[in-house]
């Protein structure tokens, strides 16, 4: 089991930008896929980002295609996503969730990841 940590949320202005972490603890991070997911309130969790388990392959939702990066450090034991161009559509609480086996899931729903961290608040102020 894994357990999930994410950091780096905050208030923003639009345009901006912002890091995200994710730290995992109790196994290594490198049996597992990762993914960030948002939820803005009223809203159902969503897709923003995925990495595999050495960072070969990432995907992004179209929303945040160009503006953001996924990226990890195996060693850190650590998912990381920058933004970038931060817009007020993207104020959500952000994420991080953990799929073993180490591959980005065909289809991107909250369903195909095993773990999740508490989250963190984004806010982009317009």
């Given at each position: 089991?894994?357990?999930?940590?994410?950091?780096?949320?905050?208030?923003?202005?639009?345009?901006?930008?912002?890091?995200?972490?994710?730290?995992a603890s109790g196994r290594t991070l490198s049996v597992?896929?990762?993914?960030?997911?948002?939820?803005?309130?009223?809203?159902?969790r969503e897709f923003v980002s995925a990495i595999n388990w050495n960072g070969?392959?990432?995907?992004?939702?179209?929303?945040?295609?160009g503006r953001f990066t996924i990226s990890r450090d195996n060693a850190k034991n650590t998912v990381y996503l920058q933004m970038h161009s931060l817009k007020p559509e993207d104020t959500a609480v952000y994420y991080c969730a953990a799929r073993y086996g180490g591959y980005i899931p065909t289809?991107?729903?909250?369903?195909?990841?095993?773990?999740?961290g508490q989250g963190t608040q984004v806010t982009v102020s317009s």
């Open positions: 089991q894994v357990q999930l940590v994410e950091s780096g949320g905050g208030l923003v202005q639009a345009g901006g930008s912002l890091r995200l972490s994710c730290a597992y896929a990762m993914g960030w997911f948002r939820q803005a309130a009223g809203n159902e070969a392959s990432t995907s992004y939702a179209d929303s945040v295609k289809i991107a729903t909250t369903k195909t990841y095993d773990y999740w």
